[in-house]
């Protein structure tokens, strides 16, 4: 061969060799298509060879007519080239739609932002609740319940994260579609659809609830003196509190996608920590009330005591909450197979799940040793601290744990409403194969604020339910974690980690059916005050 000839067989394009990718892609999610997410496995994963490694790509036949010495440094360079190709399409498969969807609309995401929108989702004013849990339980198995369901949440949380690139070229960015292409396309959406979107349009309906009550107290706290200067105003209802709520929440939802309301998370993340502190300080260091007993509460029956057993540990299973958003939130992350987003992501739960910790541990611990049987069924600490020292505690304290409150409840309301605005616009964008305009996107995120608020105003009694439809919910922390891991990872069988997540898993499915019948039994044996478009 000539040299001329060598010169043009080098600096000819080959066929098979695509061409130089600048940087690393990021990997993105795989949004399944109705009705058959299954036939991902067949239509758009990567062909897979033996034991699931994926094919070499074909060597170029250049490569195979450079023999001379000086054509083998290039020679190398080709295979180089060809294995960092093969590198880059294991972790990544382009999708157009995902750059459309507000949760992966934007890749930019990092550790920091994680952590924002784990704390923001994390903690919430069911914390509140958790005293009440003590006084079932106990001093002893209380902090024990309470510290093994932190450990075990945190442990299905941890397998979420994994989970998210658990098959090479797929990133499953949403609870659902990682459920399907589980379990199956009509399983998984069975056991995910409904706890996965009460757990986000449920719990936007309960923030408005807590948020318009909680603005009521604020302005009740701070605005009304007693001097009467204020008499000639009348007063707000709690409907119109309800209003003033959503609208401010919805202007806030305006923000296009996840990552860019992570400064909002951050401010839900310092508010939550704010509140909580300042309860549980003010409840420790104020005088605790009069005959504040420790003696778990004597039932009539063995059946009562037994489902106020079940209610309080289904409290303490309610004070975790944030997993149905874990691989939403991954799924914002740039992603590569030197840098997966696994690795920022679980950097940032466990910095946020350190600052939890330090919250929710304080507050159950130290609100139970101020108030003990004396905390109120409705409202937990918050509702003690108001009823025993509201008139020895500054307004100013007051007025802000209410103004936190409110804040947390404004920033949480985005973060939980994020998969719903998800879910509406990626049936508008299957449909029409084009991202969604503005003005669609501005008009469904005001029909679910206007939802949401309907629901709150029409079904006042909602959180009477919270218990059943808690239990229902329950797996989607507990359980489904540990079953998705097996069925997908395939560990060995008898091996210890088989042996822990089907054990954790079936657990947590009993624990569920458990505190469903126990719901069912109180609201049959007390039953729940039904009152409809009369919020209280």
């Not at 399983?187 to 309960?206: D, E, H, N, Q, R």
């Not at 987003?341 to 040793?369: E, H, T």
């Not at 499915?509 to 039904?530: K, P």
Request: charged content about 10%; glycine content about 8%.
């Amino acid at each position: 061969m000539s040299r001329a000839e060598l010169v043009e067989v080098i600096s000819s394009p080959s066929p098979d060799i695509q061409e130089p990718i600048p940087g690393v892609l990021p990997a993105t999610s795989v949004s399944p298509t109705f009705g058959a997410i299954h036939s991902l496995s067949t239509t758009e994963t990567p062909n897979h060879g033996i034991n699931g490694t994926p094919p070499r790509t074909p060597k170029s036949p250049f490569a195979a007519r450079i023999m001379t010495p000086l054509a083998s440094p290039m020679k190398k360079a080709i295979e180089s080239m060809q294995g960092c190709l093969e590198e880059i399409g294991h972790f990544t498969k382009l999708d157009p739609q995902e750059a459309w969807l507000p949760i992966t609309e934007s890749r930019n995401g990092n550790a920091y932002y994680a952590a924002f929108h784990t704390l923001s989702s994390g903690i919430g004013v069911q914390a509140l609740v958790l005293p009440l849990a003590f006084t079932a339980l106990g001093w002893t198995w209380g902090i024990i319940c309470l510290s093994l369901a932190f450990m075990w949440q945190l442990y299905t949380l941890w397998l979420l994260i994994q989970l998210h690139e658990s098959v090479a070229g797929m990133r499953y960015s949403r609870y659902l579609w990682l459920s399907m292409a589980v379990f199956g396309n009509k399983v998984g959406k069975l056991l995910a659809l409904f706890p996965t979107m009460y757990l986000s349009g449920g719990t936007c309906v309960a923030l408005i609830m807590i948020g318009g009550g909680t603005m009521k107290m604020f302005y009740q706290t701070v605005c009304e003196s007693s001097s009467g200067a204020t008499d000639h105003i009348t007063p707000l209802s709690m409907t119109e509190w309800y209003l003033v709520f959503t609208f401010s929440a919805v202007i806030l939802a305006q923000l296009p996608n996840l990552n860019s309301i992570a400064g909002v998370s951050l401010i839900g993340a310092v508010t939550a920590v704010s509140y909580c502190t300042i309860i549980w300080v003010v409840s420790v260091v104020k005088d605790r009330p009069g005959k504040v007993s420790y003696e778990p509460i004597v039932f009539k029956s063995e059946i009562g005591r037994i489902c106020s057993i079940l209610n309080a540990l289904g409290i303490v299973a309610f004070a975790f909450r944030g997993h149905n958003l874990v691989l939403e939130i991954q799924g914002t992350m740039p992603s590569s197979l030197k840098q997966p987003s696994r690795l920022p992501m679980w950097k940032g739960v466990k910095f946020s799940y350190l600052i939890i910790a330090l919250c929710l541990f304080p507050l159950a611990i130290g609100g139970y040793w101020a108030y003990g049987d004396l905390i109120p069924s409705n409202g937990g600490i918050m509702s003690a601290l108001d009823k025993y020292h509201r008139n020895d505690t500054s307004k100013v304290i007051l007025g802000a744990t209410s103004l936190f409150i409110v804040l947390n409840s404004l920033t949480s309301f985005q973060i939980y409403a994020m998969p719903v605005f998800d879910n509406l616009e990626f049936r508008y964008t299957s449909n029409n194969n084009r991202p969604c305009p503005w003005w669609l996107r501005a008009a469904l995120r005001m029909f679910f604020g206007c939802l949401a608020f309907f629901i709150a105003v029409a079904l006042p009694f909602l959180p009477s339910l919270a218990g059943l439809i808690g239990g229902i919910t329950l797996p989607v922390t507990f359980a489904y974690p540990c079953i998705m891991w097996i069925m997908t990872n395939k560990p060995v069988k008898h091996s210890a980690m088989w042996y822990l997540n089907w054990s954790l898993g079936s657990l947590g499915i009993v624990l569920s059916i458990l505190l469903v019948f126990g719901a069912i039994w109180t609201i049959v044996t007390q039953g729940i005050e039904v009152h409809f478009f009369k919020p209280q």
